[in-house]
């Protein structure tokens, strides 16, 4: 008989553990660049530079979930906080301008949540980098002005967070580093961080605290200084545009913090001095066919045209544009018995292709941009029915919003372009499972950003480490027996 090498075990372990990590910790050799060389204050001056110039090149968020028309748009990031960091899962909403992620403080907070993501708990004693923000930071001072809280001295700086749909978040400011994927190279990233102000949420409300839809908290992506993307602008870190692309086929898509340039998107003004993504609308279409409104009531009034947000999964309308909407549409079925669900939905019974039996409804704005919403988009299914996804949102009971609000159900399997530099929107129909180009404007270089999908990389790497185990067991079994 021969000898058992275990040498052979020891080489199958360290595959197993390299294939699903990703590699082998271990000493690293580290040269210092300069070694052998004249250290002078040019050489210097020229690497920094450089490591500006890299540091600029483009932000790679991971994202999965899918928006489902009976719930909340739960499209979500991953990323990293704390040193030592850990991984939190926030929904993205570019309806907000706060991050903020549950903290320890909070005693309801569910720890699984949407999907069963396990989730974490934040606690800033438990970072080296964590720290408390005080009522006398600058930042603290921007949030209150204006809001006579009367917050002063070193006390906490707190914060409340209301959103649409009533729910709320409450809590204190810390900041702490966050950990996100740098762009390097095409479908390449490596890991980078910066400092940001975030909230510390010790309670929370509705969605945020259903362990069905909760996340570990919420990535603002507003226009306000507040945002990660402001903090990480007025850094230099990045540059103050970003995309994003909702797969609502696959899951996940693209989201990206950098200058697209590929594909090409035709862009629209943003209405000046709004706290929102608005637009101004300029017509609408329903099968080809405009609907008699007047450009004031198009603009909507002082509520000053159309909101863009990612954090919503439907699409409010005011009722003077609602009704003749809805009306048009079911102008095409006017044998349909429509039934009312949940005191919200307006649903009906069909049998057929809603493609082929509704008509497609297109938005059209400055600059010649338009928005195409086809009729399975428009149209959910609800177990046997399909329900009109357009809300009227003069009857909402969220207090008589009475606003143009693009959620999920028109912004889903387009390309959405921030420019807040050139205070522009734009979008363009585009295949979310594919990839983007980013361009570094200081070095010209450009590279290709592929989509994600988080709901289902966990699982693709638990296949991997099975298959891997399977393998091994099969070697070892060989090797036993055949010795």
Not at 184 to 202: E, H, P, R, W, Y
Not at 325 to 332: D, Q, R
């Amino acid at each position: 008989m021969g000898k058992f090498d275990w040498r052979y075990v020891t080489l199958f372990v360290l595959i197993l553990v390299w294939s699903v990590n990703g590699g082998i910790e271990g000493v690293i050799k580290v040269n210092y660049k300069f070694s052998g060389s004249e250290r002078n204050l040019r050489a210097l001056k020229a690497h920094d530079e450089m490591r500006h110039l890299r540091i600029l090149a483009g932000i790679d968020l991971p994202i999965g979930g899918i928006g489902r028309p009976d719930s909340v748009g739960l499209y979500y990031a991953k990323i990293g906080v704390g040193t030592p960091s850990n991984s939190y899962y926030v929904q993205v909403d570019t309806g907000s301008d706060i991050m903020w992620v549950n903290c320890i403080t909070c005693q309801e907070c569910p720890r699984r949540g949407y999907h069963g993501l396990e989730l974490t708990l934040y606690n800033p004693r438990d970072s080296l980098t964590g720290k408390l923000i005080v009522c006398g930071h600058s930042f603290c001072k921007d949030i209150d002005r204006g809001s006579g809280s009367g917050c002063s001295g070193n006390t906490s700086c707190t914060y409340s967070q209301v959103y649409g749909d009533g729910s709320y978040s409450r809590g204190y400011f810390v900041e702490d580093v966050v950990q996100y994927d740098q762009v390097s190279g095409d479908l390449q990233t490596k890991s980078s961080n910066g400092s940001v102000i975030f909230g510390c949420g010790a309670s929370q409300s509705g969605d945020l605290s259903s362990s069905d839809e909760a996340l570990d908290g919420v990535l603002g992506f507003g226009k306000s200084n507040s945002s990660m993307l402001s903090q990480l602008a007025s850094s230099g870190r990045v540059t103050k545009k970003f995309a994003h692309c909702l797969d609502s086929v696959n899951g996940g898509g693209i989201f990206a913090i950098g200058n697209v340039v590929q594909p090409k998107v035709n862009m629209t003004p943003l209405v000046p001095n709004q706290p929102h993504y608005n637009v101004n609308m300029m017509a609408v279409e329903v099968g080809y066919q405009f609907l008699n409104l007047s450009v004031d009531v198009l603009m909507n009034g002082e509520n000053n045209g159309v909101i863009i947000d990612s954090g919503t999964t439907l699409a409010y309308l005011p009722e003077v544009i609602y009704g003749p909407l809805v009306k048009k549409i079911f102008s095409w079925q006017p044998d349909l018995k429509l039934r009312t669900i949940h005191d919200e939905y307006t649903c009906f019974e069909y049998s057929g292709s809603v493609d082929d039996g509704f008509p497609q409804v297109t938005f059209h704005f400055e600059n010649s941009l338009s928005l195409r919403v086809r009729p399975h988009e428009y149209l959910f299914p609800y177990e046997d029915l399909f329900c009109i996804g357009w809300q009227n949102s003069g009857t909402q009971s969220r207090d008589k919003w009475n606003l143009t609000l693009f959620g999920d159900l028109v912004l889903s399997n387009k390309l959405v372009l921030y420019d807040l530099e050139n205070q522009a929107i734009g979008w363009t129909e585009y295949n979310c499972s594919s990839s983007i180009e980013l361009k570094d404007e200081i070095t010209g270089s450009v590279r290709l950003v592929g989509a994600h999908s988080l709901s289902s990389g966990s699982s693709l790497t638990a296949q991997m480490a099975l298959t891997i185990f399977l393998l091994l067991v099969a070697l070892l079994h060989n090797y036993l027996f055949n010795w």
